[in-house]
């Protein structure tokens, strides 16, 4: 009986531990989504056009891009559990500067900086829970922190709304800043819990303190399996030591395949327009023929909801029907909304008022594809397809790929947007020629349509293939669709 008492206790230590760490995904997710409910407000109090705009929010995605490519070595050094600590404090610190910013470059300092945060703590996060969680429930903790990403951004889409303003009243052109602000409240959280939460047995281990590391383990694994955990991390860190190696593996011949899928599902990801609904939805609903930033916000926050539903309903599906089958059902549902959202655009003087209600229906048909295929998928394909020696090197490559496809994305997509728009059909907005977004949602549509083409010939169905199976194909120089 008080086995099973203490089998109780440690999972639920663990649950714990992992719904702390997680507020990482959390704050993640809001400091990302939270800059498009108030682009229309400080738009407007600093006088900026959407060339600004697309400085600021890929300010962001800049400090992210630096925060992962040094998060690793530094994490190996201090280890997991203080470098999530630094990753809060940079979200505190980096919410007051942004809602407190004077100035333009202000701003985007402000958000350079919390976005080392976000690349810190998309790297840092993932890795403390799966080493703190015992091996039975790893991946759904492990997803966890992808799910409170989607619900860190609809928590930002519900935040921005708390404190719109409608035009015209008292503090409209400020009301941005307690949007950003309020970002403090989930870092402190998450800093606070963090303060009580133990290293991982596999980084203490590593470090030499077998002592403590046996100590965690007591708490957090079952009693009978200690022993055996323990044995198992010293064998993985031995095996670690002896197949150590350096990027020439990389771009060894038969990794060639790999790193194409990785490189390539990432970019198919990000340039088939996902971050151009995350951080400019309301702009966006604007041009459709919202009245107002306030409803605009509102509209996106439906979108927030939707994006949550369906990143739960993709946990049980891409187990389920496999990787190839996800791909190919998601990506195709989104070619065609996007094909569908810029002939809204296109013809919006025939649809009139009508095209607000089609293009966020079409909008929402949209991210739900997303978020059964794309999202999911780029994330656990680029974990599975490299070799075990050069597994870590592998998946920072695709993590990097991720980070800027995603800011090149953010920088172009209202130059895009004034580049391919057809004469006479410019969105007139407060007295600004914005263009019309029907040839962008376009464009992303034909590269949906080559990544169909593409993900033909190199996404692999890794559904019930060992990560062994897989090193072995690509070793007999086999192609991704014969796995």
Known sequence: MAKKEDKKHNKAFVIVIATVASTGG?????????????????????????????????????????????????ADIIGRKKVILASSLIFII????????????????????????????SFAVPLYIAEISPARIRGILVS??????????????????AFALPEGAPGYDTCWRPM??????????MF??????????????????????????????????????ILKIKEEIELVKLNRTGWKEVFKPWVKTPLIIAVGIMFIQQFTGINTIIYYSPKIFLMSGFDGARAAILA???????????????????????????????????????????????????????????????????????????????????????????????TSIGSLSNWLFNGLVAFTFFKIVKGLTLSGTDIILNNENLGNPAGAFWLYALVGTAGLIWGYFYIPETKGKSLEQ????????KSPREL
């Open 144 to 161: 966890l922190f992808q799910l409170l990403i989607t619900i860190g951004i609809m928590v930002a889409y519900f935040s921005d709304l």
């Open 300 to 394: 996106s926050v439906s979108v927030g909801v939707v994006t949550v539903l369906f990143t739960i309903l993709s946990l049980f599906l891409v187990d389920k029907l496999g990787r190839r089958k996800l791909y190919f059902v998601g990506l195709s549902g989104m070619v065609i909304s996007l094909i569908a959202i810029g002939v809204c655009f296109e013809f919006q003087p025939v649809l009139g008022d009508a095209v607000k209600q089609i293009t966020i229906g079409l909008v929402w048909v949209y991210c739900a594809f997303y978020c059964i295929s794309l999202g999911p998928l780029g994330w656990l394909i680029i974990s599975e397809v490299f070799p075990f020696k050069i597994r870590g090197i592998g």
């Open 94 to 121: 980096g919410a007051l500067w942004s809602g407190m910013a004077p100035s333009v470059q202000a701003l985007i300092g402000a958000r350079f900086f919390i976005g080392l945060a976000i690349g810190v703590s």
């Open 180 to 189: 950003f602000i309020i970002g403090v409240i989930p870092a402190f959280i």
């Open 192 to 229: 606070a819990g963090m303060i009580l939460l133990p290293e991982t047995p596999r980084w203490l281990m590593n470090q030499g303190f077998e002592e403590k590391s046996l100590e965690v383990l007591g708490k957090i694994e079952d009693p009978q399996l200690v022993e055996s955990v």
């Open 26 to 74: 959390l704050l993640f997710g809001f400091d990302t989504g939270v800059i498009s409910g108030a682009i229309p407000y400080f738009q407007k109090e600093f006088l900026i056009n959407n060339s600004w705009v697309e400085i600021i929010t890929t300010s962001g995605l800049a400090g992210a891009v630096i925060g992962a490519m040094f998060c690793g070595r530094i």
């Open 470 to 477: 897989i090193e072995e194909h690509w070793r007999n120089g």
